[in-house]
């Protein structure tokens, strides 16, 4: 299947998903080896610091192509349970012949808008790898999931803290600035976007109107590899992110000014270049909350 093929969710994401399907699938699936490796470190991080325990069951949100959920699969074992939701049908026909291939049968996959999903409140940990972003309406989103818990279930996210505190974001984009104006920046207060939770007072706000309790946000440090080469570097950065999204949003300008773009990014990438490929500093939000009091 297709992403053009795959199945329309009439939610209230509904315009989000049509992006995520036609546009972003082909580009994350040519780039899955640096979105997997750069996303996957946060993921560590935060499950070194909260883990899963054996025979839990957990709700995986936004797992695009499974790593994470199999990888929860692992920790809670046989007698647990993993249910990874995500709204792009090729991202899960991996992820499904990924944890047929290693023989984990305790993980399943669904393709499902989380926000609206009538999910069952069987969870005990509810757990989004840069998923929760993306919502229309995210106080009713993680409502929603809070619903899909047991009472004495927990959450465990991570999220994209500002742009100019993401290297990987911030100096592609000063870039791209320097040769072409602008479009308008989302206010980290509204509307979907990879940045839309990096305000923490934001983040409280949401989770408390969505009734989620002791609420705990934790800063998460690493570095991220944007490419193997320099060169791959820069053509991740004009594909994914706030760079390209500035020479796209240029048009005609951003086609004549891109190659300029691209050398000074090479330039300004070259130092950053090391044996395990273009290193630049990621930083996020690993944010706990639970169910009740």
Do not use: Y
């Not at 972003?24 to 070194?48: Q, S, W």
Request: hydrophobic share 45%.
């Amino acid at each position: 299947m297709t992403a053009k093929d795959s199945p329309r969710i009439a939610a209230p994401n509904a315009e989000h998903i049509a992006v995520w399907n036609d546009v972003l699938v082909p580009k994350f699936t040519r780039f899955r080896k640096v979105m997997v490796d750069g996303l996957g470190a946060h993921g560590e991080i935060a499950l070194r610091r909260h883990p899963v325990a054996a025979g839990e069951r957990v709700l995986d949100v936004g797992c695009g192509f499974g790593e994470t959920s199999l990888e929860l699969g692992r920790a809670v074992g046989p007698r647990g349970a993993v249910l990874g939701v995500d709204v792009c049908e090729p991202f899960l026909e991996v992820a499904r012949d990924d944890a047929r291939a290693v023989g984990l049968t305790n993980v399943r996959f669904q393709n499902a808008d989380a926000q609206v999903e009538g999910f069952a409140p069987t969870f005990d940990v509810c757990f989004s790898r840069f998923g929760t972003m993306f919502f229309q309406s995210p106080v009713a989103a993680l409502k929603n999931l809070r619903a899909a818990l047991r009472p004495a279930g927990r959450l465990l996210m991570l999220v994209w803290r500002r742009t100019d505190e993401n290297e990987w974001a911030s100096l592609p984009k000063r870039i791209a600035r320097a040769h072409l104006p602008p479009p308008p920046d989302q206010a980290p207060t509204c509307g979907p976007g990879p940045f839309s939770m990096a305000d923490p007072t934001t983040v409280r706000e949401i989770l408390s109107a969505a009734g989620w309790h002791d609420i705990e946000i934790e800063p998460v440090n690493t570095q991220m590899t944007v490419g193997e080469t320099v060169e791959a570097a820069v053509d991740f950065q004009l594909s994914i992110g706030p760079a390209g999204e500035i020479v796209r949003e240029a048009k005609e300008e951003g086609v004549a000014q891109r190659p300029a773009i691209e050398r000074a990014l090479a330039a300004t990438l070259k130092p950053h270049a090391t044996p395990r490929g273009v290193l630049l500093s990621a930083a996020s939000w690993c944010v706990t909350a639970r169910h009740g009091p």
